[in-house]
Nanobody
Framework: QVQLVESGGGLVQPGGSLRLSCAAS????????MGWYRQAPGKERELVAR???????NYADSVKGRFSISRDNAKNTVYLQMNSLKPEDMAVYYC??????????WGQGTQVTVSS
């Protein structure tokens, strides 16, 4: 079984920054990608950013130029640097790992609150 542990959420003022981390552990033979999704109240979960094992990232249009995803393959850890945060970025952020057998694993979520 694979476990994902997220950290780094919290309260930040508009224009501020946060860095999320997600560490994967357990039986991980190979990884297709790791990424971050978010879900705001009353909305569906949406992709924020993800990065392949080869290091290729892709981002939601709403976060391009503000968020940056990176990964430490040796530690099976993915990071999300969030800059210039806006109130509309407020959501629960979930880490996701898809392994080489196309199994999907999710973290428990971390709350990001953007408010003055």
């Amino acid at each position: 079984q694979v476990q994902l542990v997220e950290s780094g959420g919290g309260l930040v003022q508009p224009g501020g920054s946060l860095r999320l981390s997600c560490a994967a552990s357990g039986r991980i033979l190979s990884v297709n990608y790791m990424g971050w999704y978010r879900q705001a109240p009353g909305k569906e979960r949406e992709l924020v950013a993800r990065i392949t094992s080869g290091g290729n990232p892709n981002y939601a249009d709403s976060v391009k130029g503000r968020f940056s995803i990176s990964r430490d393959n040796a530690k099976n850890t993915v990071y999300l640097q969030m800059n210039s945060l806006k109130p509309e970025d407020m959501a629960v952020y979930y880490c996701k790992l898809q392994d080489g057998s196309w199994n999907n694993y999710w973290g428990q979520g971390t709350q990001v609150t953007v408010s003055s």
